[in-house]
Structure formats: structure tokens, C-alpha cells
């Protein structure tokens, strides 16, 4: 007699067994020397085909690495029919049989029982156990192993294009079920957030401002873990200039900077005059990480003029033009004082100029009223900075005042300075950059003109005096 091993079969190879105790008949029924035998028609089948039936109710069973697991699969005539133990597609054991090649499976002495010990994450899933009758009946019990968080992405990187959707996806495993966040190392979300939660972070529209690194992390009562992908924004090179004028002056040295966002990287070439320059001796040309600058030594007349930085990459161009003059910087604001009456208020401006400032440009209006101005004779600082101070006088209680400023020198006049609005009441002022959202002045009140009193005009000897005060102690 020839004995077959039963191996693991997949769920689509059936096994077929007869019941206990059944021999099959000697006579073929479909022969028709049986078809007239009487005793044949009227053989009655076994009493041993009662109906099976399986009483285990559904299980979830919770175990810690190492243990033994016991699913039960009891029932009523159990014994007249095969039973059949699988999970998912995979047969384990069939009647008093264990197929699986894993030798943690085994049957209980009275094969009611699949055991498997030593039990590890791998482990967690769904076990059924079926009968093979005509009328089938099952019960499915679920393993779920206790093990800290793990967290893993498909790829290390996402390549997008500039405008695209963007789609970052973490596979985690764990129980209890992790919670799953998503954070940017080292800056918060594009969207403002510090984390979002979801094994799929989507951005609808991305742009060169969302890429960066993003850390998936997935964390359970046992511990946490953490992934890493790499956001990559494809697009063409963005240019910022932090001065769009540079002040300078004959036999001095200027530098010219632009800052060049680019993925894939772009060259850059600096022009003058719609002219490509060459680094030599007099003109050099440096980049750090995202900084070009071009260095102009010893400043010459005929250098001074427009200058443009053209960054290229294989998506496309974009170029930004820098002044290179030698009319003094824009001035800006960097101190504001009240006066103890209350109706008077000292702005301090500072430029650069490499040359004397010859004089300043004063104008003032009243909310959208027409602008006035008065002129103010300058002075050799004996350096490149400048501080000019300018104190208004006898202003009108409930008012509003915007001012700005220009300074002028040998090569011509400079910028002038972002108007600044001063709000008066008579009690407390405030001045606001009109360009930041949310600034507020105290006090509201009607519009009307700033008029040169005696008072005021006799501020103008004074321009100065704060200047040379700074000047004097430093």
C-alpha cells in the first residue's frame, strides 16, 4: 500500500474524503445488470450523515510574541466529516492531518483544536475552520499579535513637477493600531500645520516652497517609529535680489547679488548692458549654495548701470536687473521718536552714499491730500552711512500723516523711502508701515494739511542734529 503526503494546497485545490466508515459499493448502480435489483433500489444510505455543525462562536485573540495560540473548532457530528483548517487561501490542516510545512501547527489530541505555539507578528490574521459536507459550515477566529509600530515607504523620493499633485504614502504595521502623522523636518507644513495625521499626505497644487523632507511617524502604546521621504518640485529657476540698487563709488569695491531656486539646478550668467561678463581682475564671480554674487572691484564711472542675472536650468529662464549706481541707497526708517508735547514726532532715516549727500527731499501730505515738500542742505558724514533726523512740529490733533524721504548726491537722487504713516490725537502717536497687514494707528480723526508754522520751519536749521549726536558718540 502506497501512502501520499499531504502537503500545503492552496483553497483552489480541494480535498476530497469520504465519510468514516463508508466503503464504496461493489456494483456500479449505473450497470444495468443492477438496474431490476430490488435490494439495490432499496439500500438505505448510513445513519452516520447527520448533518455537521460547528457550536466555537468567533474568537479575537490578543497574544504577545512567544506565546501559544489555541483556536478551538468544536461541534456536533464532527466526526462523520472532514475537517478542513485554513488562513487566508492556505490549507493548514485537514481531518487528523497538519499540512503546513511550519511545524508550530499542531492538533489537539482530539482534533478539535489547532494550536500554533510561539506565536509572532507574522502570525496575525484570520483562521477558518470549515467542514467539507454538502451543507458547509465554518468558523473564523482572528489573531492579533501585540509588537511595537514600523514604518516604511515605497521610495525614498517623490518627484513632482511645479503646479502638480503630490501624493506621500507610509505602510505601517503594528498593534495596537498605530496613529499615523506626517511632519517636515526642520519647518512646518506648507499648510501652516506642524503635523497631519493619515498614512497619505496629498497637496492638491505644489509649488517649490513644498519641497523638503517628510517624516512619517507611527506610534501605539509600545513605541513609535519613523520614515522618510524626499519631496522633490521640479520647476524653473525663481530669482530673488535682495537690493534691487546698490549704492557705490568710484575706487570702491560693490557686490551684486541674486538668489537663484532651482530644481534641476540652473547655470547663472551675469550681463551689463545686455553685454555677458567674463570674471577677470576687475569683475569676479562667486556662488554659495544659493547666492551668486558678482564682485566689482575698485568701481569705476563707467561700471555703474544696469545689471542682470539670467539663471537657466532645462525647464526654462528668469532674470532680475540690479542697479549698480552711485546715487545714494533708498533710506529707510529705523528709529521714531515722541516729543513731550505730545504734537511733535522725530523720524530717523539711514542710507549709504559713498560721496557727500548734497541735500534731502522732505514731503509730507496729509491722508490723501496733495503732497508738500521742503528741501534740507546735507553734509560729508566722512563715511558710506548716513542718519538723518527730522522732528515735525505743531502737528494737528486727530490727524494723519504720511512722509517719505530722498537724498541726492553727485550721481543723482536716490530712491524714496516707503511712505510711513503717523496717526496724531493729541495724546499718543504711532507710526505703521503702510505695507504691514494689521497695523493700527490709535485714534481716528479728520483729515486736514500739515502746515509749515514758524515753529516747524525753524526745525529745518536742525536736520541734522540727531544725525550728529549718533555720529558724535560712536
Known amino acids: 500500500m502506497k501512502f501520499l503526503a499531504l502537503q500545503e494546497l492552496p483553497l483552489s485545490h480541494h480535498i476530497l474524503l469520504p465519510p468514516a466508515n463508508h466503503a464504496p459499493h461493489a456494483e456500479d448502480s449505473s450497470n444495468p445488470d443492477y438496474a431490476d435489483d430490488e435490494d439495490y433500489d432499496d ?31 468544536r461541534g456536533e457530528n464532527l466526526q462523520h466529516v472532514a475537517v478542513i483548517w485554513q488562513k487566508g487561501n492556505t ?50 477566529h482572528t489573531i492579533r499579535v501585540f509588537e511595537q509600530p514600523r514604518a516604511s515607504v515605497r521610495q525614498a523620493s517623490r518627484v513632482v513637477k511645479n503646479m502638480e499633485s503630490a501624493t506621500l504614502s507610509c505602510d505601517v504595521t503594528g498593534y495596537p493600531e498605530p496613529t499615523v502623522t506626517w511632519e517636515r523636518k526642520g519647518k512646518m507644513m506648507p499648510t501652516g500645520d506642524t503635523k497631519i495625521e493619515g ?16 517624516e512619517c511617524v507611527a506610534h501605539n502604546d509600545l513605541g513609535a517609529a519613523r520614515t522618510a521621504i524626499q519631496l522633490v518640485v521640479l520647476h524653473i529657476p525663481e530669482i530673488e535680489v535682495a537690493k534691487l540698487s546698490v549704492n557705490s563709488g568710484e575706487g570702491v569695491d560693490a557686490e551684486l547679488s541674486c ?48 545689471y542682470s542675472c539670467v539663471a537657466n536650468n532645462s525647464l526654462g529662464f528668469s532674470n532680475a536687473i540690479i542697479s549698480l549706481t ?31 549727500i548734497e541735500e534731502y527731499r522732505i514731503r509730507w501730505r496729509k491722508n490723501d491730500e496733495d503732497w508738500q515738500e521742503t528741501t534740507v ?7 558710506p552711512i548716513y542718519n538723518l533726523s527730522y522732528t515735525f512740529r505743531d502737528l494737528i490733533p486727530s490727524s494723519d500723516y504720511e512722509v517719505t524721504v530722498a537724498a541726492h548726491n553727485q550721481y543723482g537722487w536716490s530712491l524714496e523711502a516707503e511712505p510711513k504713516k503717523l496717526h496724531i490725537n493729541g495724546e499718543h502717536q504711532s507710526l505703521a508701515a503702510e505695507s504691514e497687514p ?10 486736514g494739511c500739515l502746515r509749515p508754522t514758524s515753529s516747524f520751519l525753524s526745525q529745518l536749521s536742525f536736520a541734522f542734529i540727531l544725525a550728529s549726536i549718533i555720529q558724535r558718540w560712536q
Open 43 to 73: 439500500e438505505e444510505e448510513p445513519t452516520n450523515n447527520a448533518i455537521a455543525s460547528i457550536t466555537s462562536e468567533p474568537k479575537i485573540i490578543e497574544a504577545d510574541p512567544g506565546q501559544t495560540v489555541e483556536l478551538p473548532c
Open 91 to 140: 490549507i493548514l490542516a485537514a481531518g487528523e492531518v497538519v499540512v503546513a510545512e511550519d511545524k508550530r501547527f499542531r492538533l489537539s489530541p482530539e482534533h478539535t483544536e489547532l494550536i500554533l505555539d510561539n506565536v509572532t507578528s507574522k502570525d496575525a490574521g484570520e483562521y477558518t475552520c470549515k467542514t467539507t459536507s454538502a451543507r458547509a459550515v465554518e468558523v473564523t
Open 199 to 214: 498614512t497619505d499626505l496629498t497637496f492638491a497644487r505644489v509649488s517649490r516652497h513644498y519641497a523638503g523632507t517628510y
Open 259 to 306: 538668489i537663484v531656486h532651482a530644481e534641476p539646478k540652473a547655470i547663472v550668467v551675469w550681463y551689463k548692458d545686455g553685454k555677458q561678463l567674463n570674471s577677470n581682475k576687475h569683475v569676479a564671480e562667486e556662488k554659495h549654495r544659493h547666492f551668486w554674487t558678482l564682485h566689482v572691484k575698485n568701481v569705476q564711472e563707467n561700471d555703474f548701470g544696469n
Open 326 to 356: 552711485g546715487a545714494p541707497s533708498q533710506p529707510t526708517v529705523t528709529a521714531e521718536h515722541l516729543g513731550k508735547d505730545h504734537m511733535s514726532f522725530t523720524l530717523v532715516w539711514t542710507l549709504e552714499s559713498a560721496v557727500k
Open 377 to 383: 542742505s546735507g553734509e560729508d558724514a566722512g563715511r
Open 438 to 447: 494689521g497695523a493700527k494707528a490709535i485714534g481716528t480723526g479728520d483729515a
